[in-house]
């Protein structure tokens, strides 16, 4: 069985575009003959006709047919005929015998063709007829003389010398469509070739498969994906993103619709800053939906066509974030605590060891005084139970760590605006004093105190995280609340103060940040109790 030769679909394009050209430009040049030859037949006809009127007209000639005189007439005609483009001159009677013919033929022998009946009732004709030399195309007129008809002209053209005028006029037009049809060769190469670059060198098929299979992973994966182009104009979007955004609205009605049609944002993704670069991990809000966002440059041939937007929803996040929170802070508590205990497990059995029983009850007495004092301040001023826990947590781990975590005593929150979630609110809490702790922990001149102020006194919740530690660098006060910025060395940081500015952002507040005397740095956050 034979192999069956598979073609390429540029190679089926070039070669359908050359057949394409190469039958019009047949068809063309078939018009082109058929309009030149008509033409040229419709001029040659009527200069034979012409010709044969002017030559009838010769007041010599009508005497000499008149007179029939041959040889004048031979010596008229021959004169003539040397300065005429025509095949054969030929002068006839009333009764169509030939007085003169160029060629010589032989004289008082009749006139062939068939088509001098006309030209001797009195008109004039142009015909294609059968002569004694051949086909050819003449022009005849009577010979009138005091109106009576004594004789015929006949000038003819040989359509042999026709078709070879013909040829010789039509040279330069098939000269020109064979540099036409170059050109369209080079064309339709380059076209080819084109096509398949933008198809990225790939067959309608492969190209079919990749979008079916694009559509199928785009919709399985969780994340919401939106396609948009330098317009905004959408050019794809997954069910995840249709679902998360309440879009009621069918594929064929979202596409190619723009964007902001649809969601408002922040400069995220309208925003001319920053659009040359790729954005990962990005907090904002699409239609009131808090989201993490990355926006992705679609590049072909190094420039910018639109970008890919990838999203999830935050709260989901912020599930999972509050597990991971609680869980972390029962740990947190556990160790602090178990830390504590061994201690002062290991100097109750030192006291009691050396026999001193009254200091290791005031021991005892003391430490549990002062936790239970730190406990009650903390559930008394706080009304609100995971800030407590996130507190209580905070303060063991301070001290775990050699800091000391000081309560202002006008400290009260009894709770939150609806703006901000408790999460979210812990969110800051959390992230404000583990900067303080870690600032702390890299200065060795400092107190190792940090002071914590949070109240809800006014019409706004004050926050104020005060510390000793290493304060913040110059180049980092500008762009210290821009994701990826930290002063940590670990690539894991970077997220936490943009986090905060967010959230706060969010609630319709605002964060400040100053130098602390002597050392560090004052974090202050104001939210509003009433959203406008």
């Known amino acids: 069985m034979r192999k069956r030769i598979h073609l390429s679909f540029t190679t089926k394009l070039f070669f359908s575009l050359l057949i394409f050209s190469l039958i019009i430009l047949a068809l063309l040049q078939s018009y082109i003959w058929n309009l030149t030859e008509t033409s040229l037949y419709r001029s040659l006809g009527e200069k034979a006709q012409i010709q044969a009127k002017e030559l009838a007209v010769i007041p010599s000639l009508i005497k000499y047919v008149e007179e029939r005189d041959t040889d004048k007439i031979a010596q008229l005609i021959s004169d003539i005929y040397e300065q005429s483009d025509a095949s054969y001159i030929v002068i006839g009677d009333a009764q169509a015998y030939r007085l003169y013919h160029t060629a010589n033929s032989a004289l008082n022998s009749p006139m062939v063709g068939g088509d001098n009946h006309e030209v ?10 059968q002569g004694s030399l051949g086909l050819a195309l003449r022009g005849k007129a009577p010979i009138i003389d005091k109106g009576k008809v004594i004789g015929i002209v006949s000038v003819g053209y040989m359509i042999d010398d026709i078709h070879v005028l013909h040829v010789n006029q039509f040279i330069p037009i098939i000269i020109f469509c064979s540099l036409l049809f170059l050109a369209l060769f080079i064309f ?15 067959e309608p098929n492969e190209i079919a498969l990749l979008v079916k299979s694009q559509k199928s992973i785009m919709e399985s994966i969780f994340e919401g994906i939106i396609a948009i182009d330098l317009n905004y104009k959408i050019i794809n979007i997954n069910q995840s993103a249709r679902s998360m955004l309440n879009f009621n609205n069918h594929d064929d009605d ?33 239609n009131e939906t808090s989201v993490i966002a990355n926006r992705i440059r679609i590049i072909v041939d190094d420039k910018i066509q639109g970008w890919v937007i990838t999203f999830r929803n935050f709260n989901d996040i912020n599930v999972l974030s509050m597990q991971l929170t609680q869980v972390t802070q029962y740990v947190d508590n556990l160790r602090a605590i178990r830390h504590e205990h061994l201690n002062w497990m290991a100097t109750l059995s030192g006291l009691i060891y050396m026999k001193r029983y009254d200091e290791a009850q005031s021991f005892i007495a003391l430490h549990s005084a002062d936790n239970q004092n730190n406990l009650d301040f903390i559930t008394q001023h706080f009304k609100i139970a995971a800030i407590c826990g996130l507190l209580i947590g905070k303060y063991s781990k301070s001290h775990e760590i050699g800091l000391n975590l000081i309560f202002d005593p006008a400290c009260q929150l009894n ?114 109790k009433n959203r406008g």
């Open 415 to 528: 709770a939150l605006p609806t703006s901000i979630s408790e999460t979210e609110f812990m969110s800051i809490l959390g992230n404000l004093l583990d900067n303080a702790f870690n600032a702390c922990l890299k200065n060795d001149n400092g107190d190792k105190s940090i002071y914590l102020y949070i109240s809800d006194a006014t019409d706004e919740i004050v926050i104020e995280v005060s510390d000793q530690g290493c304060g913040v660098e110059e180049e980092l006060r500008d762009s210290i609340f821009e994701p990826g910025v930290t002063s940590q060395d670990s690539k894991e940081h970077g997220i936490g103060l943009h986090l905060v500015s967010t959230y706060i952002k969010k609630a319709n507040g605002y964060i400040t940040f100053g130098d602390n005397q002597p050392y560090g740095t004052i974090f202050s956050v104001f939210i509003p």
């Open 254 to 286: 979202l596409l190619n619709r723009n964007l902001r049609d649809f969601i408002q944002s922040n400069d995220f993704i309208y925003g001319s800053d920053n659009q040359n670069q790729d954005i990962h991990d990005y907090i904002c809000y699409f």
């Open 188 to 202: 339709s190469f380059c076209f080819s070739k084109s096509i398949k670059k933008q198809m990225f060198n790939l």
């Open 120 to 129: 001797l009732s009195g008109n004039s004709s142009v015909t294609i007829s």
